[in-house]
């Protein structure tokens, strides 16, 4: 009888260490796991720069036509009042003052960011801004390029025409790092 009694002692005995060994193991994975998951997502709000003025090809860096500046104030009142925590442009002037009237409207300060860096710009949205939304102005091939480099998966979408300027990317990237995407038109052709 003893025996029979034993027995299930030893067995309790033997789940409860197994128990004790896989606990530190768990612990230090289920944190890193829940995490990622309890981390809010970070919105990417994405546009090419407004339409630029016509010059002279040696001018690297026109100013925005009188459309584009109508572009810009409609960026603004699209997106005066969605939380917008940082925004981005390009060294160039048309990036720049496709951001402006919505900088000046929510107080903040623009980031400026070198046109061919997408690496070192990805690198500083994802060190200051995670779990925050975000505007970004860039250039006909580098919005793609941001896109793609922040994770969204699949092939890399195509260079945007040189003609269109109407084209508004959100971006939604979850703690776990997956990543949707909307794609949109904004004010007139």
Known sequence: MKEKETR?????????SCLLLITPIIG??????ISAVDQPPMTVILVRHAEKKIVAPENKDPDLSP?????????????GSSGIAAIYATQYKRTQ????????KLGLTMTQVEAKETSELVKQIR??????????AGHNNSVPEIIAALGLGG???????????DNLYILTI???GSARL?????GSQ
Not at 28 to 33: G, Q, R, S, W
Not at 67 to 79: H, N, S, T, Y
């Open 127 to 136: 060190s200051r801004n995670a779990g925050q939304v975000i505007f970004i």
């Open 182 to 186: 909307l794609k949109m038109k904004y």
């Open 97 to 104: 003052q496709t951001v402006r009237p919505l900088a000046d």
């Open 8 to 16: 299930p002692c030893k067995r309790t005995l033997i789940a409860v």
């Open 174 to 176: 979850q703690g776990d």
């Open 155 to 165: 092939p890399q979408l195509p260079i945007i025409p040189e003609a269109e300027f």
């Open 28 to 33: 230090t994975l289920f944190p890193a796991i």
């Open 67 to 79: 459309v584009g500046l109508a572009r810009a104030q409609e960026l603004a009142r699209i997106f």
